[in-house]
């Protein structure tokens, strides 16, 4: 059976207050969604939540849907604690992509 990769990612918004989980199959083109607001009703569009500061890549996209329920069952702070380890200043990773 072939297994198809994803990515975990965590979004904020410009003033890091508000956090978002989320998993893909395609990061850059999810990243393009969330920057342009294809879904105008969803959640991260209503609260402009569209800059990446934390995402991992995963060879199988059922490895990278465990890692997203692990991190949402976990608490806020938890999450902080995730993106400063590894973007400390909060800055916006969706170039990298």
Avoid: C
């Amino acid at each position: 059976m072939m297994t198809k990769g994803g990515a975990v990612y965590i979004l904020t918004n410009k003033n890091n207050n508000v956090l978002y989980t989320g998993v893909t199959s395609n990061l850059p083109v999810r990243m393009y969604q969330h920057k342009f607001k294809n879904y105008h009703i969803a959640f991260t569009s209503r609260y402009s939540v569209n800059k990446l500061v934390y995402y991992k890549g995963f060879h199988s996209i059922l490895e990278a849907i465990a890692e997203e329920k692990r991190i949402k069952s976990g608490s806020r702070k938890n999450k902080i604690i995730l993106v400063e380890t590894s973007n400390p200043n909060w800055d916006d990773l969706s170039s990298q992509l």
